[in-house]
C-alpha cells in the first residue's frame, strides 16, 4: 500500500484544505496569516500542475498461469 | 497359508476411508424426497433420502443445519449437497449433509446458494469489515484478462478521469477450467505492486462464463487482500459472490473505473474555490487588520486630550512670551527712541545747528578752553555745514 508522501496530490491538497481551514478560523497574527496564504497558493498551484497531468502510465506484469502455475 | 481375519473396527476404518477418499461420492449434490425426517434434542436433523428404486440416510448435524433456509419437512422433494461416510460404531451408511436446496433449483443456482449461505456463516460478507477507497488513489491494481473490452474501458476512463493514477495490469484469464485460481494469484500477486486499491473486472457473460467469480479461491484471495477491493464482473444484473465479498460492488468496469478515482476537472474546480477562499480570507484580515491599525489611531487621538491641551497651553504661552517680547521690544525700542532723541539734543551738532562752532585742535580734540590755545596754533572750526582751517592769533 503506498503511504502519501509530501508530494502526493493526496498529501498536497490535505495540507491545503488545512492551511484554508486554519485562515478561516482567523485569530491569526497578520504576519502569520500572510504567510499561510502564500503556502497556500504555491499548494494550489502545485495541485493544479499535478491536474495538468495527461499522461497515463501503465505497467503490465507478467501473468501468473502461462505455462500451469510457474511465473 | 490360512486366510487373514480383520477386526471389525478395522474393516469399517477401512470402508469408511474409502467412502472418504472417493471423489464420486465426497462433496456431491443428491436428489431424492425427504422421510423419516427426525430432529435430536442435540440439534442434528436425520431423515432418508429416497426415489423410486433407493434410499440413504442422511445426518445434517448441528454445525451445518444452523443456516439453513428452507425449512426442512416430509415428502419435500430435494438436493442435498454433502459426503458418504460410515458411522462405523453400526456400520450405517451416512450421507453427511451440508446443505439442502428445493429441487428445481438449477444445479448452478443451487450451488451458488449454497456457496452464499456458507461464506456469509464465516462472515465473510461482512459490512462492517467494508473498506472505504482512498480518495485520490496512486497506484490501482487490475486484474482482468489484457484481451478484451474491459482493460481497455478502464484505462480510457481513468486516462481521462484520473491520470495522475497509475494503473498495474495483472493478466488472468477470466473464465474456463483453473479461472478462479489464476484469478485469486493475480490478486495476490498484484498488491505486491504498492497498489492503493484492486480492480477485479470481468466483461458480460452466461453465469457459467462468469462462475470462477463465485468460486472459493476468488473468494478467499479478496477477503484476505490487504488493500480494498472493487467487483466489476459482468453487467449490473449480474450477481456473483465476488461482488458480496468485495468492498465495493461496481455494476461494471467502466463504472469500477470511475468509482475509484475523482474527476480532475472537478478537483481542480475546488483547487481554484480554495485558491479563491484564501485570497479573499488573507485580503479580508489584512483590511481588517488595518482598520485595527487606524481605529488604535483615532483611540489614541481620542486619548490624548491632555496633550492637545498642553500644546494649546504651550501655544498660549508661546503666544504670550511671544507678545510680551513684543511689547518688551516695542518698548525697548521706544526708549531707545526717546534716549536717541535726547543723545540727539546733548549732540554738538545740535549745537552747530544754532550757528556755534568747535574748535577742533591738530590733535582731533575739542577746544574747551582759551587758556589751553597758544598763539599761532592751527586749529580747525568746525560749524553746522563744513570746517574751516584758522589760525590762532594774539597772546604772542
Request: net charge negative; glycine share 8%.
Amino acid at each position: 500500500m503506498t503511504t502519501a508522501n509530501d508530494d502526493s496530490f493526496e498529501a498536497l491538497y490535505e495540507r491545503l484544505q488545512a492551511v484554508t481551514a486554519r485562515l478561516e478560523e482567523g485569530n491569526l497574527p497578520l504576519e502569520e496569516s500572510v504567510t499561510l496564504y502564500e503556502e497556500g497558493m504555491v499548494l494550489a498551484q502545485r495541485c493544479q500542475a499535478l491536474l495538468a497531468t495527461v499522461e497515463q502510465r501503465i505497467e503490465t506484469l507478467r501473468e501468473q498461469y502461462e505455462d500451469g502455475f510457474s511465473r | 497359508m490360512p486366510p487373514e481375519v480383520y477386526p471389525v473396527s478395522q474393516v469399517t476404518r477401512y470402508l469408511r476411508e474409502l467412502l472418504e477418499n472417493n471423489r464420486h461420492l465426497t462433496e456431491v449434490w443428491v436428489a431424492g424426497e425427504i422421510s423419516n425426517l427426525t430432529r435430536a434434542s442435540s440439534g442434528h436433523i436425520y431423515f432418508t433420502l429416497k426415489d423410486e428404486r433407493g434410499a440413504l440416510r442422511c445426518a445434517f448435524f448441528r454445525n451445518r443445519n444452523i443456516g439453513q433456509r428452507m425449512p426442512l419437512a416430509e415428502g419435500l422433494s430435494v438436493v442435498v449437497y454433502g459426503s458418504l461416510s460410515l458411522y462405523e460404531q453400526r456400520g450405517d451408511l451416512s450421507f453427511v449433509v451440508d446443505f439442502v436446496q428445493p429441487e428445481g433449483t438449477g444445479s448452478l443456482a443451487a450451488e451458488f446458494e449454497r456457496l452464499r449461505d456458507r461464506f456469509e456463516a464465516e462472515g465473510l460478507f461482512a459490512l462492517e469489515r467494508k473498506r472505504a477507497l482512498p480518495a485520490f488513489p496512486q497506484r490501482v491494481g487490475v486484474v482482468t484478462s489484457s484481451t478484451g473490452a474491459v482493460w481497455h474501458d478502464i484505462c480510457d476512463v481513468l486516462g481521462r478521469r484520473w491520470p495522475l493514477a497509475t494503473l498495474v495490469l495483472q493478466p488472468t484469464p477470466v473464465q474456463g477450467e483453473g479461472a478462479s485460481p489464476s484469478i485469486a494469484e493475480a490478486i495476490r500477486s498484484v498488491v505486491q505492486h504498492n497498489v492503493d486499491l484492486v480492480i477485479v473486472a470481468r466483461g458480460g457473460g452466461s453465469a457459467e462464463d462468469l462462475w470462477a467469480f463465485n468460486e472459493e479461491p476468488v473468494i478467499r484471495a479478496i477477503f484476505g487482500c490487504p488493500v480494498p477491493v472493487v467487483s466489476a464482473v459482468g453487467h449490473e444484473t449480474d450477481n456473483t459472490l465476488a461482488d458480496l465479498v468485495a468492498d465495493v460492488r461496481a455494476p461494471t468496469p467502466s463504472a469500477a473505473a470511475e468509482l475509484v478515482a475523482p474527476d480532475r476537472a472537478a478537483v481542480g474546480r475546488h483547487v481554484s474555490v480554495l485558491q479563491t477562499q484564501i485570497t479573499v480570507t488573507t485580503t479580508r484580515n489584512m483590511a481588517r487588520a488595518s482598520e485595527g491599525v487606524e481605529a488604535q489611531q483615532r483611540h489614541l487621538v481620542r486619548a490624548l486630550p491632555a496633550v492637545d491641551a498642553l500644546q494649546q497651553r504651550v501655544r498660549e504661552r508661546g503666544l504670550a512670551m511671544t507678545r510680551a517680547v513684543r511689547a518688551h521690544r516695542d518698548h525697548a525700542v521706544i526708549g531707545v527712541a526717546s534716549q536717541q532723541a535726547r543723545v540727539a539734543a546733548l549732540s554738538p551738532l545740535a549745537t552747530l545747528e544754532r550757528g556755534y562752532a568747535l574748535v577742533v585742535r591738530e590733535d582731533g580734540s575739542v577746544a574747551t578752553s582759551a587758556t589751553a590755545l597758544a598763539g599761532g596754533e592751527r586749529v580747525s572750526l568746525r560749524l553746522r555745514d563744513g570746517s574751516r582751517d584758522a589760525r590762532i592769533e594774539g597772546l604772542l
